[in-house]
């Protein structure tokens, strides 16, 4: 998969930083490093020297953002076989110990081990696409062969079908 996808959910959070950093952020930062050189010498002025660093990260988030956002491609349709695990998919699977959970595949931008989205990238993702329910698959990750079966699969959007606890970290 060379094309970065993303959910148009993960698009509208992208999103909404950029214009958070370019309206809010950015201005803010501004007016620090200008408020921070008009106190005289800017060479030992700790707070113009950290202002300025601070917007130059605030500038580098907001290019990369730019470019990152027109480089990705949203996924807004379901699959038609939506009994297999593609893009965008929740699914339950059930470790080698019995502990289930759900993850949601997402493109990169949008990975967070935390709300169970984990990265099509990932080693867990890409051994499951194209799965179905009551598949059993094998992955490596973090230097471990690993199993899992497939319990469920649910396009539902944003939120898992039902709360549960991530099982792997590394997934």
Aim: proline share 4%; charged share 30%; hydrophobic share 35%.
């Amino acid at each position: 998969m060379n094309t970065d996808y993303i959910t148009p959910e993960g698009y509208k959070k992208l999103s909404q930083e950029l214009e958070h950093l370019w309206r809010v952020e950015r201005p803010e930062w501004t007016q620090r490093v200008s408020d921070a050189a008009a106190e005289g010498d800017r060479s030992e002025n700790a707070e113009y020297i950290y202002s300025k660093k601070k917007l130059r990260e605030i500038d580098r988030r907001i290019r990369y953002l730019q470019k990152r956002l027109d480089a990705l491609r949203i996924v807004d349709r379901l699959p038609n076989d939506q009994s297999r695990i593609y893009f965008g998919a929740w699914v339950k699977i059930e470790d080698e110990a019995g502990k289930s959970a759900w993850y949601r595949l997402v493109g990169r931008d949008e990975a967070d081990a935390s709300c169970g989205y984990i990265s099509i990238h990932s080693p867990l993702a890409r051994a499951l696409l194209g799965k179905c329910i009551g598949s059993e698959v094998t992955f490596v990750a973090a230097g471990q062969t690993k199993w899992v079966e497939v319990l469920d699969i649910r396009y539902t959007g944003p939120n898992p079908p039902e709360s549960s606890i991530a099982i792997d970290d590394n997934a």
